[in-house]
């Protein structure tokens, strides 16, 4: 039986004949694949680039200055405590009588006012009263006040206190006391703004100096501080002192300098005598001025006889 192959139409021969013409032109299809050194060295240069990325930033932020601290919110401050009030009673006593009374025995120009605290208040007020020639005019509630401070049993502790407040005010508004410049005021090497006389004529410490007055080794300690001290230099309220320094007046200043200086002297070191030659001295000095009172006593009776004898004849 003869089998019929029916041929294949022109274009469908020709497209076949192109395709496998086409498909044996063309290359085969390869894959590319790295060396591993290659490979290795692009892992070194990433690691490489990574790194200098990383100091770069790292160097930036070390040069950036670090930041400011934000202080705490602080809690409002207290409020300054308010000074103690001063104690007015104290401060008169301190200036107007420490110069002449202690609250001791002990005695100044005036008597120690350890017993006038057990007298009754009124005689003790009249007593106070009697003080107007040297302190001025006391009111009658100023009288009771000063009659009760010297009755309190607690008046040294109140009369340490305010003087120590007393005399931070002095030291605030002067020079730091001198010990030094207070022994040249005192000797006379130094002389006193005004002109006064120096200490030294009239008084001594340790021996040394002036024996019209006292010798004033411990009178720091008899005055009860610095300053009562000061307030009785300043003032110089004493019988023989007062006609003198009121037209020779002693500053503030001064005065602090010349209670430094006495605060420094020991009153327990023994008191040079006196040269002999000294004494001789105070002793003719005391039989010139008997001697004058007498002659003058004597030329006043002279005179007084002759005035009765002339009066007779007339």
Same mark, same amino acid.
């Given at each position: 039986?003869?089998?019929?192959?029916?041929?294949?139409?022109?274009?469908?021969?020709?497209?076949?004949?192109?395709?496998?013409?086409?498909?044996?032109?063309?290359?085969?299809?390869?894959?590319?694949?790295?060396?591993?050194?290659?490979?290795?060295?692009?892992?070194?240069?990433?690691?490489?680039?990574?790194?200098?990325? /990383?100091?770069?930033?790292?160097? %930036? $932020?070390? #040069?950036?200055?670090?930041?400011?601290?934000? +202080? *705490?919110?602080?809690?409002? !401050?207290?409020?300054?405590?308010?000074?103690?009030?001063?104690?007015?009673?104290?401060?008169?006593?301190?200036?107007?009588?420490?110069?002449?009374?202690?609250?001791?025995?002990?005695?100044?120009?005036?008597?120690?006012?350890?017993?006038?605290?057990?007298?009754?208040?009124?005689?003790?007020?009249?007593?106070?009263?009697?003080?107007?020639?040297?302190?001025?005019? /006391?009111?009658?509630?100023?009288? %009771? $006040?000063? #009659?009760?401070?010297?009755?309190?049993?607690? +008046? *040294?502790?109140?009369?340490? !206190?305010?003087?120590?407040?007393?005399?931070?005010?002095?030291?605030?508004?002067?020079?730091?006391?001198?010990?030094?410049?207070?022994?040249?005021?005192?000797?006379?090497?130094?002389?006193?703004?005004?002109?006064?006389?120096?200490?030294?004529?009239?008084?001594?410490?340790?021996?040394?100096?002036?024996?019209?007055?006292?010798?004033?080794?411990?009178?720091?300690?008899?005055?009860?501080?610095?300053?009562?001290?000061?307030?009785?230099?300043?003032?110089?309220?004493?019988?023989?002192?007062?006609?003198?320094?009121?037209?020779?007046?002693?500053?503030?200043?001064?005065?602090?300098?010349?209670?430094?200086?006495?605060?420094?002297?020991?009153?327990?070191?023994?008191?040079?005598?006196?040269?002999?030659?000294?004494?001789?001295?105070?002793?003719?000095?005391?039989?010139?001025?008997?001697?004058?009172?007498?002659?003058?006593?004597?030329?006043?009776?002279?005179?007084?006889?002759?005035?009765?004898?002339?009066?007779?004849?007339?």
């Amino acid at each position: 039986m003869a089998m019929h192959i029916d041929p294949l139409p022109a274009s469908r021969s020709a497209q076949a004949s192109v395709t496998t013409s086409s498909e044996a032109g063309r290359c085969p299809k390869r894959t590319l694949e790295w060396h591993p050194l290659q490979t290795r060295l692009r892992v070194l240069l990433s690691l490489a680039v990574f790194g200098r990325v /990383l100091l770069t930033t790292l160097s %930036a $932020a070390a #040069a950036q200055p670090p930041p400011t601290p934000t +202080a *705490p919110a602080s809690a409002p !401050a207290a409020p300054a405590e308010a000074p103690a009030a001063a104690d007015l009673v104290a401060a008169r006593f301190l200036t107007s009588c420490t110069g002449c009374h202690t609250l001791t025995e002990a005695k100044l120009n005036g008597p120690g006012l350890a017993t006038a605290a057990s007298w009754p208040v009124d005689q003790l007020q009249t007593a106070i009263k009697r003080m107007e020639k040297n302190v001025g005019p /006391l009111k009658d509630e100023e009288l %009771a $006040a000063l #009659a009760e401070f010297i009755k309190d049993g607690k +008046a *040294p502790q109140r009369l340490a !206190a305010e003087q120590a407040k007393m005399q931070a005010r002095f030291l605030a508004k002067m020079a730091p006391p001198d010990p030094a410049q207070g022994a040249g005021l005192f000797a006379g090497s130094v002389g006193l703004l005004h002109g006064g006389l120096a200490c030294a004529a009239c008084h001594s410490v340790s021996g040394t100096g002036g024996n019209l007055g006292p010798d004033l080794t411990g009178v720091f300690g008899k005055m009860g501080g610095a300053t009562p001290l000061i307030s009785a230099i300043e003032k110089a309220n004493f019988k023989i002192m007062a006609p003198h320094y009121q037209r020779h007046p002693i500053t503030t200043q001064e005065a602090i300098h010349l209670t430094a200086y006495l605060s420094t002297l020991d009153p327990k070191a023994p008191v040079a005598a006196p040269p002999r030659f000294a004494l001789a001295g105070a002793g003719l000095a005391g039989l010139l001025l008997a001697g004058m009172t007498l002659y003058l006593r004597g030329q006043r009776l002279a005179r007084g006889r002759d005035n009765k004898l002339t009066r007779r004849r007339n």
